[in-house]
Nanobody, 120 residues
């Protein structure tokens, strides 16, 4: 069974920083793209940042210049460094991974989510 486990969320004042981590564990063949999504109360889940295996990144316009996504392929881990946080960044942040299974299929996995709250 594949699991994505996030950590690093919490409460921070506006202007502060947080670093999220997500580790993929279990039995799988390899990881493809990994990313972070967020969902605020009453809103849909939106993409925040995605990184492919070669390190190419894509960011939502709202976080460009403030957030940085990175990954450590040896550790099956993706990170999200969040700087200059704003109250509107408050949401549950979810890790996502596109995984090649040991059975030759490709599946999308989600973490359980970690709460990020930015106070004004």
């Amino acid at each position: 069974q594949v699991q994505l486990v996030e950590s690093g969320g919490g409460l921070v004042q506006a202007g502060g920083s947080l670093r999220l981590s997500c580790v993929a564990s279990g039995r799988f063949f390899s990881l493809n793209a990994m990313g972070w999504y967020r969902q605020a109360p009453g809103k849909q889940r939106d993409e925040v940042a995605v990184i492919n295996t070669g390190g190419r990144t894509n960011y939502a316009d709202s976080v460009k210049g403030r957030f940085t996504i990175s990954r450590d392929n040896a550790k099956n881990t993706v990170y999200l460094q969040m700087n200059s946080l704003k109250p509107e960044d408050t949401a549950v942040y979810y890790c996502n991974a596109d995984i090649n299974t040991n059975w030759g299929t490709r599946r999308d996995y989600w973490g359980q989510g970690t709460q990020v709250t930015v106070s004004s």
